[in-house]
């Protein structure tokens, strides 16, 4: 397949089309469905104005997909107590499929017993413990999106992952650790590398991969002098400056040494999206399986 290309001849990782072509071909599936009623739900506590905004393109695409969601708007001084209520019922309510609480949420309230309330059949984030415990198992569960979506990039635009060497930057339960355990398990088969803060020569140590991820959060990290001629570099972190959402990844001046990359924006975040529509639907698979014993469509299973 040819792909684009940047200006310095690396393979250009799109992941708006990418995502994009996701949603027409989750679209077709829920159709050869019979168009069941699969919802998202969604929960935003806070004004924090990323969050809304990430939330309201998650609403956007899932109609996209065909998917009906839902949104829970709550106050930043809500009550912790009040906050797991709001959860509890959407965890108990049957029409609803997936529940993604947007993270982080305000000061004062803690996360853990939030997330400890999802089923693990509608954890579409993958964040619970459960949840990260099938994936350390390899037990069929969700998979944290944006890591998810980084696999799919590197499949899609044909990064070879078996037998290759692999540094992910930054070592968090929502991309870092997750990442290293999708790379390195069987049948991806890439030798991994956890690389973070404490990490001596973090250039020397990107130098010997094939592929580099860098999930750090820190503007401009990654520098031509941490990637080896023709790796893949893919480029999850995000930052805001005054020019607009920058990356962990020197765009310019890495492309023109990297064999594949990401851009940013446009590369890891449109694919969070669009792995989350596809966790929603195999939610919705896993609860009917549940229900009826109707086995799981195949390719939902992660
Ligand atoms: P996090 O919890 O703050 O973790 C950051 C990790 O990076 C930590 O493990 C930290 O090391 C490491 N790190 C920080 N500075 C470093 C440096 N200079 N060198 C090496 N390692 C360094 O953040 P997160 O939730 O994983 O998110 C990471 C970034 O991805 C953020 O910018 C976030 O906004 C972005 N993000 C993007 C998407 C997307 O869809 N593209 C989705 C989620 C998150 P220590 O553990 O030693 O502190």
Redesign the pocket.
């Known amino acids: 397949m040819e792909f684009e290309r940047t200006t310095g001849g690396a393979i250009l990782m799109d992941g708006i089309r990418l995502r994009d072509e996701i949603i027409v071909s989750l679209r077709s599936t829920i159709e050869a469905d019979g168009n069941p009623d699969v919802c998202l739900a969604t929960v935003l506590v806070g004004d924090d104005k990323p969050s809304r905004l990430y939330v309201k393109s998650k609403h956007k695409k899932a109609k996209e997909a065909g998917l009906a969601s839902r949104h829970i708007d709550l106050p930043s001084n809500i009550a912790q107590s009040q906050l797991e209520t709001e959860v509890r019922a959407l965890a108990d309510d049957p029409s609803v499929h997936g529940i993604l609480v947007q993270l982080p949420l305000p000061e004062g309230l803690d996360a853990e017993p939030v997330l400890d309330l999802l089923p693990v059949t509608k954890d579409v984030d993958g964040l619970t413990e459960r949840s990260m415990g099938r994936l350390v198992r390899g037990k069929p569960g969700h998979v944290p999106c ?1 890591p998810l979506g980084v696999m799919r990039l590197l499949d899609r635009y044909g990064v070879e992952t078996s037998g290759k060497r692999a540094v992910v ?4 339960t ?3 650790l997750p990442q290293v355990l999708l790379l390195g398990r069987k049948g991806t088969d890439a030798t991994v590398t956890l ?5 001596a020569d ?1 250039a020397a140590v990107c130098r010997e991969a094939d592929i580099v991820i860098a ?4 503007a401009g ?1 990654v520098t031509p002098d941490f990637v080896k001629p023709g790796a893949a570099v893919i480029d ?4 805001r400056s005054e020019a607009g959402i920058v990356g962990d990844v020197q765009f310019e001046a890495v492309q023109e040494v990297a064999g594949a990359i990401t851009p940013m924006p446009g590369g ?2 449109p694919m ?1 999206i669009g792995c989350l529509m596809q966790n929603t639907y195999a939610a919705f698979k896993m609860q009917q399986y549940e229900d009826t014993g109707v086995e799981l469509g195949s390719g939902l299973s992660l």
Not at 169 to 172: A, F, N, T
Not at 195 to 199: F, K, L, P, V
């Open positions: 944006t930057i930054g070592r968090s929502l991309v870092g690389a973070h803060s404490r990490t973090l999930a750090a959060g820190m990290l999850v972190g995000v930052s890891t975040g969070t």
